[in-house]
């Protein structure tokens, strides 16, 4: 691992060498790359010397407790300990960070939340989890952008997509899709039964032009006049945009927007991370064959969390956590079961490299 490390310092110092040049920044694109490789490296780099400064002061530390004096013996001794320990925990960073990267992890992205049994009760759930991921991003400084809608007339959302920018916002939301299962009585049941609902989310990674390249030929763009929930006219113009996609038969429509040039932007940004979605999920298809998935699969089939909300509890399937602060989660305290499931991937991915 070390050797490892030490190549990944010197091509760091490289690259610092580079950065320096004045003539860099001439070719922004170049300057841009060897900025980026810089910065993803940083984090391994900065901890390696961390751990190569504890390493020297443990050798010193062990030259001590053959001093004479048992005083300095004794104070050695204690502080040998807890350099050990701090150059263990650096120890398990270190591999953590030199763990293979997922490509996705800096990208932005298209969180798709759809109601699936429950009626009307799994549509207003739908809309609970968008404002639970949206307090979320809220506290990480992200950005939401609603990029298609579909409500219903209580308030909630047959399907929602939205683009969630900001840095790391992959990496952090990447295992929550599949599906969210509801247990609670709903607002329109008179007999105070509890209902089982279900919602599906999916969280795809944004793809631009350099990701996925779309052919004009291969779209069929219809539009037509969006309508609100009940079937009302919301727009008295054909601004509401329908893309298919022919050589895969993926169909994308948006209407949020007044301008059809809107709809039709928001409209791509959505395809290309759906076909993004499906040449990755072939890739990840042929690599589960050979062997197992880490914190699941992410398909929409499988059910990853439930919601009950008599009990005040949220329990994720996949790594057997229950929290009893269903409040605090669903208005936006999704921190801790976000960090357990990177954790649990983390563990398994160390465990597989062996």
């Not at 997509?161 to 607002?187: D, N, T, W």
């Not at 040039?261 to 409209?267: A, E, L, P, R």
């Not at 009950?308 to 605090?328: A, C, E, M, S």
Request: a negative charge; proline letters at 3%; hydrophobic letters at 35%.
């Amino acid at each position: 691992m070390l050797d490892k490390i030490a190549e990944v310092e010197s091509r760091y110092e490289e690259l610092e060498t580079l950065l320096a040049d004045p003539k860099l920044p001439e070719d922004r694109k170049e300057f841009s790359r060897v900025a980026k490789e810089r910065a993803d490296l940083a984090e391994v780099v900065s901890c390696y010397r961390e751990w190569r400064k504890l390493d020297q002061e443990i050798q010193d530390n062990r030259e001590l407790l053959e001093d004479g004096d048992p005083e300095i013996r004794d104070l050695a001794a204690q502080e040998l300990e807890d350099l050990k320990e701090r150059q263990e925990t650096l120890e398990q960073q270190l591999k953590i960070l030199l763990l293979p990267k997922d490509p996705n992890d800096d990208k932005n992205v298209l969180l798709e939340i759809r109601a699936g049994t429950g009626g009307e009760e799994a549509s207003l759930f739908s809309a609970d989890l968008f404002r639970m991921y949206g307090r979320y991003a809220e506290e990480k400084g992200w950005k939401v952008e609603i990029l298609s809608s579909n409500p219903t007339g209580l308030g909630g959302f047959k399907e929602i997509i939205a683009l969630i920018e900001g840095k790391g916002a992959y990496s952090q939301l990447k295992f929550e899709g599949g599906v969210h299962r509801v247990q609670r009585v709903p607002v329109t049941e008179t007999s105070g039964r509890i209902h089982t609902s279900a919602v599906t989310v999916a969280v795809l990674p944004e793809a631009d032009d350099v990701d996925v390249d779309i052919d004009p030929k291969d779209l069929r763009i219809d539009v037509f006049r969006s309508s609100g929930p009940g079937g009302q006219s919301v727009n008295t113009t054909d601004s509401a945009v329908r893309i298919t996609h022919v050589p895969t038969g993926i169909v994308v429509s948006c209407q949020d927007e007044k301008s059809q040039h809107k709809n039709k932007s928001k409209g791509l940004k959505i395809l290309r991370a759906r076909l993004l979605e499906k040449t990755q999920e072939a890739q990840r298809s042929e690599i589960a064959a050979s062997r197992k998935l880490m914190v699941g699969s992410g398909d929409r089939s499988e059910r990853v969390r439930t919601y009950n909300f008599p009990q005040g509890r949220v329990t994720d399937h996949r790594i057997n956590l229950t929290l009893y602060k269903l409040d605090q989660i669903m208005d936006g305290g999704v921190k801790e079961l976000i960090d357990g499931l990177i954790t649990f991937h983390q563990a398994e991915a160390l465990q597989a490299t062996g």
